[in-house]
């Protein structure tokens, strides 16, 4: 398996950060390889992607999600993953957003880039393009402030 731990300290406040955070269509708005995500349910998300001229299309399951503090998930099939997204308020105007990321490479090439880490590149570009994308608006395109233990909506 492989990981990725990569931060970024962007130039909103908290709230705003989270909330577009959870705004998961517009993923392909700032990361590379997602084409188009779609929320299926409140805690069930359905992605798709393409990078190398290898198109994937896969279920993910939102376990944890608390308002302002961290949205975590986990793949219901291949290919395999699972991470959070933690968020802490730099100041009242700075938060501090941190990707945790597992992923199970599933061809040669998959294992040779993350092996020369190129997953962690990609994941610190993206964080870079989230931070251009929210910094770049006066307010989050959306908002779902619910909560999610262990799957389940509260």
Known sequence: ???VHESIRVNVPLSQAYNQWTQFEEFPHFMSGIQEVRQV????????TGMAGVRREFDARI?????D???????????????????HASSPTETE????????????AERLGAGAHLDERLVKKDLRKFKEFIEGREVETGAWRG???????E
């Open 1 to 3: 398996m492989a990981t």
């Open 41 to 48: 349910d409140e805690a069930l998300v359905h992605f798709t």
């Open 97 to 108: 957003v941190t990707v945790d990321l597992d992923w199970e490479p599933e061809s040669p």
């Open 69 to 87: 503090e961290k949205i975590a998930w986990e793949s219901v099939d291949v290919p395999h993953n699972k991470g959070e997204v933690t968020f």
């Open 147 to 153: 909560t999610i233990t262990e799957g389940h909506v």
């Open 63 to 67: 376990t944890t999600q608390v308002p």
